[in-house]
């Protein structure tokens, strides 16, 4: 059983950056597409960014493109997300989660895995 734990959260100023972790267990990372996602307070989940079993990528949310990347390390089983020039609306709890069947999905109902998440605050 696939499992993933989020880490690299935490208080930053508004243009600072952060690069988030996912690590996986159980499973190899390149057998699943990994989408990041983030729920502010009060709001519905939204897909950030994904990255399929072939290593393509793309940005779903349009307030992060140009900001936020996406990229693997097959050999540690980790997913990163670099976040740069954060802003105060960055502010969510951020989850990494797994799909098995492939492709690029925006919605958190495609996914099948998901860790516990890690927080992300930014303010001055």
């Known amino acids: 059983q696939l499992q993933l734990v989020e880490s690299g959260g935490g208080w930053v100023q508004p243009g600072g950056s952060l690069r988030l972790s996912c690590e996986a267990s159980g499973s190899t990372l390149d057998d699943y597409t990994i989408g990041w996602f983030r729920q502010a307070p009060g709001k519905e989940r939204e897909g950030v960014i994904c990255?399929?079993?072939?290593?393509?990528?793309?940005n779903y949310a349009e307030p992060v493109k140009g900001r936020f990347t996406i990229s693997r390390d097959i050999f540690n089983n980790t997913v990163y997300l670099q976040m740069n020039s954060l802003l105060p609306e960055d502010t969510a709890v951020y989850y990494c989660?797994?799909?098995?069947?492939?492709?690029?999905?925006?919605?958190?109902?495609?996914?099948?895995?998901w860790g516990q998440g890690t927080q992300v605050t930014v303010s001055s």
């Open positions: 989660a797994a799909r098995s069947n492939g492709g690029l999905y925006s919605d958190a109902s495609s996914y099948d895995y």
């Open positions: 990255i399929n079993r072939s290593g393509h990528s793309t």
